[in-house]
């Protein structure tokens, strides 16, 4: 009688006749080595219907090649995609990321400021998973991004704006974006406002121009551009003069297809 769903199925553990040693090319016999695989895969088979919480568990060694990517086993185009969404245990903390980018052996993953891939050397990945779900039990529905630092084109800021929450999400292959900063009341700026975020913390951009509307004084997101792996968001009112002046905010959403 079956056990599932009740009980997981572990193979006992079995044992070939003195003198059979395991001979893959014998087709007519069969050997404890093959019972043994076929246990193995009931097992992994029974563990993953068993699952009701959207992830998949990946038995694979994984390692550090980056802070944000990982070396896996070739053949990774065919398991793992933009946009799924990965989680390990690594340095004695579960870490969540998404997938920006896949080939062969090397995946690209970002968490904005939350987490990085640590050197497996001294710090091994351990109790991965994957899924390819929209909402994954556990998974942050946004990943924080360290301030920005706020430039201006034609004079610049006295002090940087006091309060910036920025964070970002992917759906598919499509990055969101999102933030707001309180120009300080001691700050000045005119022109066009850059905001300069920290490298690898936001996918890599490409060469777009996207719109935005600034709902405090109708800014429109101008462009935005790649400065070696650090991103610029940059915003002007229509005329190109200042979008907030002091104790104004400035609020944007940038989508981005990778």
Known sequence: MANFPDTIYTPRETE????????????????SEDFQNLGNEINVIEQNLSLKNGWIPVFQTWSYASSITIT???GAALLYQKGDKIKFTQHGVIKYFYILNVIDTV?????GSSYTVENTSTYPITDIYLSHQENPIGFPGSFPLSAPTWSSS?????????????????????????GVSHMDFSGTGT??????????????????????????????????????Q???????????????VN????????NILI
């Open 191 to 228: 022109g066009i406002f850059s905001a300069l975020f920290s490298s690898n913390q936001i996918p890599l951009l490409q060469d777009n121009v996207g719109v935005a509307q600034n709902p405090s004084s109708g800014a429109i997101l101008v462009s935005y551009t790649m400065n070696s």
């Open 72 to 74: 896996v086993p070739t």
């Open 16 to 31: 070939n006749l003195p003198g059979i040693v395991y001979d893959p090319t014998q087709k007519t016999n069969m050997f």
């Open 230 to 244: 650090a991103y610029k968001v940059r915003l002007a009112s229509v005329s190109g003069s200042t979008p907030a």
């Open 107 to 111: 995946l690209t993953v970002s968490a």
């Open 247 to 254: 104790g104004e905010w400035i609020q944007f959403q940038i």
């Open 154 to 178: 034609i004079s610049n800021f006295t002090n940087q704006p006091t309060t910036n929450s920025f964070f970002f999400y992917m759906k598919g292959g499509v990055v969101t974006i999102k």
